[in-house]
């Protein structure tokens, strides 16, 4: 490797240069990749993808659900663990806490709905009602700082194909 960076053009014509360099590459890293299989999981790896399969299970619920009726306490249901672990599992591995993360699932889901729905057929209201939000000044808030624009901007769009993937 350190020959391919200090002289590049060595392998531009060689290829049995390229050849050996890349068998070289395989069998160095099928070298270390032998060596971490022997290593023991120290204990914050072990905590680290307990957290990661605690917060698959809640997403993995959430996103099979409606949504706008979840709540903290139905995560740690599924995941089975208390609302403490729950917190440090979701802030670990999203930087989020499990109820940002609701948060952040609702707006995305009014979001979509705005941008498919046809004119005039639903408000900002009525949709952010929905998903369960109740006082309009703070979802409003709340989705301008996570989208950069305000509902009622994203209502007035035409739908693109891109956006309704989101």
């Not at 709540?71 to 499990?98: H, I, N, Q, W």
Request: glycine share 6%; net charge positive; proline share 4%.
């Amino acid at each position: 490797m350190e020959i391919a960076v200090a002289q590049p053009a060595l392998f531009d014509d060689e290829e049995g240069e390229r050849v050996a360099a890349r068998i070289e590459l395989i069998e160095l890293l099928l070298a270390t990749l032998r060596q971490a299989g022997d290593l023991v999981p120290v204990r914050g790896d072990r905590t680290r993808r307990s957290r990661s399969r605690i917060v698959r299970r809640a997403e993995k619920y959430c996103l099979a659900r409606n949504g706008a009726d979840l709540c903290v306490s139905d995560l740690c249901r599924v995941a089975g663990v208390s609302e403490r672990t729950l917190d440090y599992a979701f802030k670990e591995v999203m930087g989020l806490t499990p109820l940002a993360y609701l948060t952040r699932l609702r707006l995305h889901r009014v979001r979509k709905a705005l941008m498919a729905a046809a004119p005039g057929s639903t408000t900002v209201s009525a949709q952010a009602l929905t998903w369960g939000f109740w006082h309009f000044g703070e979802f409003s808030q709340a989705y301008r700082a996570c989208f950069g624009e305000l509902p009622s901007q994203t209502l007035q769009r035409r739908p693109k194909p891109a956006d309704l993937r989101e």
